[in-house]
């Protein structure tokens, strides 16, 4: 019984914070006081419903006892708070019209949490500070979470919290969702930041496991939510679709032992169906735009991946295709690195290493294993051992997750002496 | 109404070398700019050069040290400033993003008000 209340609290927590926090604002305009509020009504939850049972809305429940304890508030500290300054100043609801059914303003909560992510993701704050931003406050995660997230000492990332809030509210930065003209750019600026949570998860830079589940859960939530929101959008339909399409490998990845599996050694058995089809209707929908974004682009590719019946029969000129038309739009030494391998695939290692070495100067990449681990692999599969080895060490020499490590070390062992 | 002040970080030596024509230009650019946001304008100066500047330092006993240029040297140096009204950022970032600054860029800093 406690269990399954505890899981419908977390339920409630992961699927609802975003909501219930917009909601809340509405009543304190004010993000700081609304976050307390929010922690206050998950806390009641934890005390009330093992007694009282779970309701049929915990959202709707969530909200109600979150906005009274707000009015509450407000009433306590109206006298002397005055002076704090506003997290943002939003338009406040009057109390008297309080205690109206949740879903009667649902439309405007919604609109709601747009602002909220729009805030979180301006570009005058510092984009480390707008990843942590939207994990404290449109998915409820604590500082210590944030932090653990990316690794950075509790205080360290308090102090960035703390420092990207004084200057929303010091710089009046807008709660609002930005004009027509303005939103392609912001909206670019979220995704964005939902990206780098999606592939922090996925491939965890550094600790023992390979996936940060959790980290991958959060920006599918968020990814589902700004296509909830926004469902017309090309570029958060892509979004969404890449997510789904790379997640839906992930059984594949790793194998029973832990160690990880390359794309071309995985069982695609394994690989989630019905989330691929979920994945491909959305690539569909989101390519309809000429020319693609970028999302579009990335998801088609992974589609590309996740329909191939087998490595072998995968259709690698079209993924080079994809490439050369994101390499347009996003002219970034990542994508020309991926292009480069999807080169040696296509037209055979030696192509694909004559496509690698264009690349070796880029100082964006000198850091990155996986330009290393390419080499080794295309120069391994032309016989040139010896400088295969070499390039599995510089490989090793650049990651710190101890899954790829292992792989890599295995690389290593496997070539022999 | 919050404000903002618009700073405006040029590289001097471009100002020291500029054609005449293209001086004139500029100011132009700063007329127009300031009769296109004259509502919301609330004040607003270009400066002389770095090398004009006095800096004072507080010194150890008590007194202060006198010297002889900007407070910090950068290649970019506060050459002038607006001071304009905004509801928020993003609409004193829209007025700043007009200010002319051929041989640099802007900062944009809210006034600090208190009360």
Avoid at chain 1, 168 to 184: D, T
Avoid at chain 1, 211 to 236: G, I, K, Q, T, Y
Avoid at chain 1, 373 to 400: I, N
Wanted: charged share 25%; proline share 5%; net charge negative.
């Amino acid at each position: 019984m406690t269990s399954s209340v505890e899981a419908a609290v977390a339920d409630a927590h992961r699927h609802e914070w975003a909501f219930v926090l917009a909601a809340t604002v509405r009543v304190t305009g004010d993000i700081d006081v609304a976050e307390e509020c929010v922690q206050d009504a998950y806390a009641r939850a934890l005390a009330s419903w093992p007694n009282r049972g779970v309701p049929a809305r915990p959202g709707a429940w969530l909200t109600t006892v979150a906005r009274r304890r707000a009015i509450d508030l407000r009433r306590r500290r109206s006298t002397h708070d005055r002076s704090l300054p506003r997290l943002v100043r939003a338009a406040v609801t009057d109390p008297d019209e309080m205690e109206i059914d949740a879903d009667a303003d649902g439309r405007a909560v919604a609109d709601d949490r747009l602002r909220l992510i729009f805030t979180c993701c301006h570009p005058a704050i510092a984009p480390e500070a707008q990843v942590a931003l939207t994990l404290r406050l449109l998915c409820g995660l604590t500082t210590v979470e944030v932090a653990r997230a990316f690794l950075v000492n509790e205080a360290a990332m308090a102090a960035r919290i703390t420092r990207a809030k004084k200057k929303i509210a010091a710089a009046h930065v807008p709660y609002r969702v930005p004009s027509a003209e303005e939103l392609p750019a912001r909206l670019d600026a979220v995704l964005t930041v939902v990206h780098l949570l999606f592939t922090t998860g996925h491939t965890a830079p550094a600790g023992a496991d390979l996936v940060r589940r959790d980290m991958v859960e959060r920006s599918l939530d968020l990814a589902r939510m700004l296509h909830a929101l926004l469902p017309d959008d090309p570029d958060v339909t892509g979004l969404l679709a890449l997510i789904l399409l790379t997640d839906a490998r992930r059984p594949g990845r790793v194998d029973d032992s832990g160690q990880m599996v390359l794309l071309a050694d995985q069982d695609r058995s394994d690989w989630d169906r019905a989330v691929i089809g979920e994945g491909v209707a959305l690539v569909r929908e989101a390519l309809r735009r000429r020319p693609p974004g970028r999302f579009a682009l990335m998801a088609a590719i992974a589609a590309v991946h996740a329909e191939s019946p087998s490595w072998n029969a995968t259709d690698w000129r079209e993924i080079v295709g994809l490439y050369s038309l994101l390499l347009a739009i996003w002219p970034s030494p990542v994508v020309a690195l991926n292009r480069a391998v999807a080169v040696g695939f296509a037209d055979g290692p030696e192509a694909g290493l004559d496509a690698l070495d264009a690349l070796a100067t880029e100082p964006v990449l000198a850091a990155y294993s996986y330009l290393a681990s390419s080499r080794a692999d295309f120069l391994r599969r032309l016989g040139r051992v010896t400088e295969a080895r070499l390039a599995y060490q510089e490989a090793l020499l650049l990651t710190e997750n101890a899954v790829e490590r292992e792989f890599l070390e295995n690389c290593l062992r496997r070539l022999g002496h | 109404m919050a404000e903002y002040l618009v700073l405006i970080y040029e590289d001097e030596t471009a100002w020291d070398n500029v054609e005449p024509d293209r001086f004139g230009k500029i100011m132009a650019e700063h007329q127009s700019f300031g009769e296109r946001h004259a509502k919301v304008i609330r004040g607003g100066n270009a400066l002389q050069p770095t090398g004009t500047a006095t800096s004072l330092r507080k010194d150890t006993s008590g007194g202060y040290t006198v010297t002889d240029g900007a407070f910090a040297e950068t290649k970019e140096a506060l050459g002038g400033y607006y001071l304009v009204e905004a509801a928020d950022l993003d609409e004193a970032l829209a007025v700043a993003r007009d200010v002319p600054a051929p041989f640099g860029g802007v900062e944009v800093r809210p006034i600090r008000t208190f009360d």
